[in-house]
């Protein structure tokens, strides 16, 4: 079975500090995604990334960046300079590539930027 | 905007009532799932259904149920409700090929609550 652990419950920073999310998981799968989602507080899921598991290149995107370390099962990600917009719950989530690929969520990250 | 449209926004009903939430898929996308995000469950995969037709099911209760009609828009029926069917249901759509490409972009979420 899929597992998603993403063990930081709350994280709060000060604007313009640097945070990282964790986002471990399981799986038997040697084909799988990894992804990122960000749910704000008004409650929609916003899609971050993708990742397929035979990229582990690191990926930026202006201020967000994710670090794939398949040795490890990590997928994690990082906010530079963090600011009050990014201020909402990170999930990570694990798919297979079959044909159902049902997405298998950790239970999210509520960060927290303060001025 | 992630494309994907959800009907009605919120819903508040009764114990033992029956209500139907509904999804738009974004244009193109034969993939439809349908998740549950409580506070105590988290974000749970409920049903899949691809093109007409389903494709896996998740932690489902028999009480709910689920179609995806022609034109491509799915439907959930949640029957006999009780008060921990209270919850945040989303829809999601893909491209639904069998490598799940591009990922699953999530409607904004039917927030269910029952009295």
């Known amino acids: 079975a899929q597992k998603v652990t993403q063990a930081q419950t709350e994280i709060s920073v000060v604007e313009k500090e640097d945070v990282t999310l964790d986002c471990v998981y399981e799986?038997?799968?040697?084909?799988?995604?990894l992804f990122w989602y960000k749910q704000p507080p008004s409650g929609e899921l916003v899609f971050l990334i993708r990742?397929?598991?035979?990229?582990?290149q690191n990926e930026i995107s202006g201020r967000y960046s994710w670090n794939f370390q398949k040795s490890t099962s990590s997928f994690n990600f990082t906010i530079t300079a963090s600011q009050v917009v990014d201020s909402a719950v990170y999930f990570c989530?694990?798919?297979?590539?079959?044909?159902?690929?049902?997405?298998?969520f950790g239970t999210g990250t509520r960060l927290q930027v303060t001025l | 905007d992630s494309g994907v449209t959800q009907t009605p926004k919120h819903l508040i009903t009764a114990t033992g009532q029956r209500v139907t939430l509904r999804c738009s898929p974004r244009?193109?996308?034969?993939?439809v799932y349908w998740y549950q995000q409580s506070l105590d469950q988290g974000l749970q995969f409920l049903i899949q259904?691809?093109?007409?037709?389903?494709?896996a099911k998740g932690n489902i209760l028999e009480r709910f149920s689920a179609q995806q009609f022609p034109d491509l828009h799915s439907e959930l029926n949640l029957s006999s409700l009780e008060l921990g069917d209270s919850a945040l249901y989303f829809c999601?759509?893909?491209?639904?090929?069998?490598?799940?490409?591009?990922?699953?972009?999530f409607g904004p979420g039917t927030r269910l609550t029952v009295l």
């Open positions: 244009s193109g996308d034969l993939s």
């Open positions: 999601a759509s893909s491209a639904g090929t069998s490598r799940a490409m591009g990922g699953q972009f």
């Open positions: 799986t038997r799968d040697t084909t799988y995604y």
């Open positions: 989530a694990l798919s297979d590539t079959g044909t159902a690929s049902k997405l298998t």
């Open positions: 990742r397929n598991s035979f990229d582990e």
């Open positions: 259904y691809y093109n007409g037709e389903e494709r």
